[in-house]
């Protein structure tokens, strides 16, 4: 209940903020009118063309003569338009006339593809540029509907999002590229400051049996699997019971004979 109600007053003050604020009531208006009126259109007339039991209505006639309604909706467009440029109304009338607005080019835009080729189309494969014309219009009725601040206030925000990931990432390609040098892979630590997934792949590799972390945090079976890899002989028994002897100069046990 309580997050539901969250919800509730975030949207209410995302629209007011961005909605109300800006003056832009009736572009939503029209643009929610646009949407329900197409949506409308098209299940009124799939029920009709179905015999829905469960709409009670049909074509609507004159005459004999069907009359399309793109023609309810040129006349809406016409009606509100001379209204608005008449009279200017302010709120509430002006809103209301978005919304009549909306509806009458929700109306007109699912025929666009009839008074496009000035034939019934509407079901053929033609009519799908009704859909087609409706998606570009409420496409572009929302990009004005948001307007540029709000665009840009959402770019502030994905930037700083962004800057945060690249921190992230080049803080964590710096780390793996000491890893890969402390493992004496140092062409992969080089590479991998540029394009951390080399640095990534070569700090799970196995490092050279010389290196600073092999040294420190191989055990037995990693460092012999450590010089496999990398060709490095097994040490013979005297370098692992005595490595200080191991490095001494051959000369030098001889020549300390008597």
Not at 71 to 86: E, M, R
Request: hydrophobic residues 50%; proline residues 5%.
């Amino acid at each position: 209940m309580g997050t539901g109600l969250l919800s509730v007053a975030s949207i209410g003050s995302v629209y007011e903020r961005f909605i109300l604020d800006t003056g832009r009531q009736p572009e939503f208006l029209f643009f929610v009118a646009f949407l329900a009126t197409f949506g409308i259109c098209r299940t009124v007339t799939h029920a009709i063309r179905s015999d829905a039991k469960w709409f009670p209505g049909g074509d609507v006639s004159v005459g004999g003569t069907h009359i399309h309604h793109m023609v309810w909706g040129i006349l809406t467009i016409l009606i509100t338009g001379w209204i608005a440029i008449s009279f200017e109304p302010p709120s509430p009338w002006h809103d209301l006339l978005a919304v009549a607005f909306g509806i009458g080019a929700g109306l007109t835009m699912d025929e666009f593809a009839l008074w496009l080729h000035l034939e019934d189309v509407y079901w053929s494969e033609k009519g799908r540029q009704s859909v087609d014309a409706v998606i570009v219009c409420a496409a572009i009725s929302g990009l004005m509907l948001i307007s540029f601040s709000a665009w840009v206030e959402v770019g502030r925000g994905v930037a700083d999002a962004a800057f945060a990931t690249i921190g992230f990432v080049g803080v964590g390609g710096i780390v793996l590229a000491l890893i890969n040098a402390a493992k004496e892979k140092f062409a992969t630590a080089l590479i991998g400051l540029v394009i951390s997934p080399i640095a990534l792949w070569g700090a799970f590799r196995l490092g050279r049996p010389s290196s600073l972390w092999a040294r420190r945090f191989y055990g037995e079976k990693r460092m012999a699997k450590s010089r496999r890899r990398f060709g490095v002989p097994e040490p013979g028994p005297s370098e692992i019971a005595d490595p200080a002897t191991a490095q001494e100069p051959a000369g030098s046990a001889a020549g300390s004979t008597p």
